[in-house]
């Protein structure tokens, strides 16, 4: 029963932070790669502030030639919003 209370008090906790203006920014990239925990705390709301944490093609120097080191820095992301919008489709979308 304690762990059922202390996971019920992190999620409140978590969303209490995600109120906060980059709060829900910073909590959607510290559980991007922990895809249940992001699901079960925010579902689908997190797929715009998932989306925010990539780069945009503009901010490449050459964006058809994108080095392979920048692509594995978003790797977590990219995965996340897969899993999401697979579990919701279009209430993601």
């Avoid at 992190?10 to 559980?31: D, R």
Wanted: one cysteine or more; glycine letters at 2%.
């Amino acid at each position: 029963m304690q762990e059922a209370d202390i996971r019920k008090n992190l999620k409140v906790t978590l969303i209490n932070i995600a109120e906060l203006p980059e709060g829900f920014l910073k909590v959607s990239h510290e559980l991007s790669d922990k895809m249940n925990l992001l699901d079960e705390v925010f579902g689908p709301r997190c797929v715009k502030e998932l989306h925010k944490l990539l780069p945009k093609l503009t901010e490449y120097p050459d964006p058809l030639h994108i080095d392979v080191n920048d692509l594995k820095k978003y790797h977590r992301y990219v995965k996340s919003l897969a899993f999401i919008m697979k579990a919701y489709k279009e209430e993601a979308a």
